[in-house]
């Protein structure tokens, strides 16, 4: 059984399918995105695996209660947690304001801190677990007009670190942090075309690269805790 939280659209979807084809039963967690929760849920059954929707603002810890504790009630056991829930904004420095760091600390570290910790709950008691957080290539670089951004996700990448050896061994704590990565929906605008132009292979990454690797995580990497698998194409390459 897994739980991706934000999974109703973009790269959350596309983790909960990839895990749904792999024979993954899932939890499809959304806070507004209920739509698009409801149609990745009829997708992923028609694999013949089970999928429910839950929503929940992760950034809410009574909200994350609730819902893992429906988790355990409904089904038992929780083998796989994936905290990709978060959010992204464009300020500058001096635009910066309290609620603005609030709401990003909040989403991007409180809630998959909190996800952690009940998942955790429940995987101590089976003997067995292991949590993907999705970070950022903004964890590890300086991004001006996103430090509050950049902040919380280098935190969620320390955090990664610092529960894989408290959770240890029974349950694996790794991370994936993606680079650029493009939608169907974007526009090739300049923007983008410049931000390409800065990666060595070439191309924006998708939302499949980082699923498969979730996946890679969940199902061949017995032996990765508190690793930080950078997905971006090379663009990190000092």
Known sequence: MALVTGAGKRIGRAIALTLGRAGADL???YNQSRQGAMATVEEIAA??????????DVSRPAQVAAMFRAVQKRF???????????IFFARTWDELEEKDFDRVLAANLKGPFFCAQAAARMMMRQGAGNIVNISSLGGLQAW?????????????????RTLARALAPIIR????????ILFPDEERTAAVRKIIRGIPLGKGG?????AQTVLFLATH???ITGQIIVVDGGKSIP
């Open 206 to 210: 998708t939302a499949d690269d980082i």
């Open 27 to 29: 939890i499809v967690n």
């Open 47 to 56: 694999m013949g695996v089970r999928a429910v929707a839950f929503r929940a």
């Open 221 to 223: 990497s017995d032996f």
């Open 144 to 160: 001006p007009s996103y430090m509050h951004y950049c902040a919380s996700k280098a935190a969620l990448i320390s955090l990664t």
């Open 76 to 86: 038992g056991r929780l083998d796989l947690l994936v905290n990709n829930a978060g």
């Open 173 to 180: 704590v790794n991370s994936v942090a993606p680079g650029s």
